[in-house]
């Protein structure tokens, strides 16, 4: 058993207003060394199947058929094993 | 003659799907059914109307999973068919999703859902959808949504802006594209676009919520009254309202 977790994020070229809002408020508490806020997702698949490999193949799918929509959002995806019996 | 037979398709949180169907049955006066999502049958509609509201709750994405039910399969191949789809504010989002319009909307710039009354500019009249329209004509027709942000890359926008697929653009009253006039950030002010071959169209605004004159406004039925002239149905027109009440204002250019 696999754990794929899938990173989403709006593109870099895209402006993302939900980050901009919270940099805003960030930058209001005081915080001012923060320079940049981008908002994502985070999805979590539990694949079962052999190889890592595979896993990895069968998450990138699942990105580039639903997870993700390619005309606004870039996705990353990182493949652990599970412990047995987790 | 009689005129085109229209197909509402409900999703699980659709809900402009009534307002529609009321329009087209009883103010067009035209055969029109509504379309179960789990079906897979058009039952020989000729336009597909996706309706608004929330379809699947607005998961993951707008319009990401409604794309996937059984009756969109149908819709798809009937659009690359050359059938006629027409996509109101989240039925935008899916025709966007499901790859039949280009492009995505995402979450607002102002960060809040907005229910207004906005302008909309007719870029190009003589369209299947802007028929009975003038080109520079001035619409009233109400927003209501939290996604209606359009975007693409460059060369989408390029293509789109070079073939005349922008079809309704976010004006002032005088018709001026100001971004103070732009409810949600849409890239050059964009508010309907359609396909290539001029078949597909999708629009955040809602024509259904302004058709019936009993609700003061009835500039959204010039676009359901050119659907029904383009295909040839003049008889079905004469069940129309009275247009005379018509709130439209000309272009002051």
């Known amino acids: 058993m696999f754990r794929a977790s899938i990173n989403i994020t709006l593109r870099s070229s895209i402006l993302d207003p939900q980050g901009k809002a919270v940099h805003h408020a960030l930058g209001n508490l005081g915080l001012h060394a923060v320079e940049e806020v981008r908002i994502g997702k985070l999805i979590e698949l539990r694949i079962n199947c052999r190889t890592e490999q595979e896993a990895k193949t069968i998450a990138e799918e699942a990105c580039r058929k639903l997870l993700a929509n390619p005309v606004m959002e870039d996705f990353t995806c990182t493949i652990a094993r599970e412990a047995e019996g987790a | 003659m009689t005129g085109p037979k229209f197909g509402v398709v409900v999703f699980p949180g659709s809900n402009c799907d009534h307002d529609a169907y009321h329009v087209l049955k009883h103010l067009c006066g035209q055969d029109t059914v ?6 897979s049958s058009l039952q020989s509609s000729d336009v ?14 707008c319009g990401a ?11 798809v191949s009937f659009a ?13 989002q899916i025709l966007c999703e499901a790859g039949l319009l280009p492009g995505a909307l995402m979450r607002n710039d102002c960060l809040t859902f907005v229910c207004a009354d906005v302008r909309l500019r007719v870029e190009r009249a003589g369209t299947r959808f802007t028929g009975d329209c003038r080109e520079g004509e001035i619409l009233t027709i109400p927003v209501a949504h939290g996604e209606g942000n359009y975007r693409a890359d460059e060369d989408t926008l390029r293509r789109l802006e ?13 018709g001026n594209r100001s971004p103070e ?12 676009i359609m396909n290539e071959s001029g078949t597909v169209m999708g629009m955040m605004p809602h024509p259904e919520r302004a058709s019936d004159p ?3 406004c009835t500039d959204g039925m010039k676009i359901f009254a050119s659907l029904i002239r383009s295909f040839g149905a003049e008889a079905a ?14 272009a002051q250019t």
């Open chain 2, 34 to 39: 509504f379309l179960w999502h789990k079906d």
């Open chain 2, 48 to 61: 597909i109307i996706l309706p608004g509201g929330f379809s699947y709750g607005d998961y993951l994405r």
């Open chain 2, 65 to 75: 999973i409604a794309r996937f039910s059984p009756i969109m399969k149908e819709v």
């Open chain 2, 80 to 92: 690359r068919r050359g059938g006629v789809v027409v996509g109101i504010c989240n039925g935008f």
């Open chain 2, 162 to 174: 070079g073939n005349g697929q922008v079809l309704f653009r976010y004006c002032d009253t005088s």
């Open chain 2, 181 to 192: 006039a732009n409810p949600n950030g849409s890239m050059s002010n964009i508010a309907g």
């Open chain 2, 214 to 216: 009993l609700l003061g």
């Open chain 2, 237 to 250: 027109l004469s069940a129309m309202p009275d247009r005379g009440r018509s709130t439209a204002v000309s």
